[in-house]
Nanobody, 120 residues
Framework: QVQLVESGGGLVQAGGSLRLSCAAS????????MGWYRQAPGKQRELVAT???????NYADSVNGRFTISRDNAKNTVYLKMNSLKPEDTAVYYCNAVVRSAYDYWRNYWGQGTQVTVSS
C-alpha cells in the first residue's frame, strides 16, 4: 500500500505565493511520474503540472510561467511552487503518483487533497 500526503495549502491574497508538498510513503519500489491536479467547485479535475523521474516537466497553459513543479527522488516527494496566484487558482489540489511496489505492477495513486484559496 502507498500513501500520498499533501501539505502547504491555505488562504492567500491575489499575487501571493504558496508551496505545496506531497510525500509518498509505504511499499515503494519505484516512482515514475508525479504531478498535481486541481478541482474547483462545479468543475472537473484538471491537470496542473507533471514531472517525470528524470525531471521532465509539463504545465497547463493557465499556470505556465507562474507555477514550478519539482521533486526530490530521495525523499519520494513532489513540490509545487505557486507564484502570482489568482482567484481562479482557487481549488482543491491533489497530488498524483505512478508507483510500482515490490512484486506488483505500476499503479496510480492520489492524495487526499489540500485546499488553496486565493482572495481578490
Amino acid at each position: 500500500q502507498v500513501q500520498l500526503v499533501e501539505s502547504g495549502g491555505g488562504l492567500v491574497q491575489a499575487g501571493g505565493s504558496l508551496r505545496l508538498s506531497c510525500a509518498a510513503s509505504g511499499n515503494i519500489f519505484s516512482i515514475n511520474a508525479m504531478g498535481w491536479y486541481r478541482q474547483a467547485p462545479g468543475k472537473q479535475r484538471e491537470l496542473v503540472a507533471t514531472i517525470t523521474s528524470d525531471g521532465s516537466t509539463n504545465y497547463a497553459d493557465s499556470v505556465n510561467g507562474r507555477f514550478t513543479i519539482s521533486r526530490d527522488n530521495a525523499k519520494n516527494t513532489v513540490y509545487l511552487k505557486m507564484n502570482s496566484l489568482k482567484p481562479e487558482d482557487t481549488a482543491v489540489y491533489y497530488c498524483n503518483a505512478v508507483v510500482r511496489s515490490a512484486y506488483d505492477y505500476w499503479r496510480n495513486y492520489w492524495g487526499q487533497g489540500t485546499q488553496v484559496t486565493v482572495s481578490s
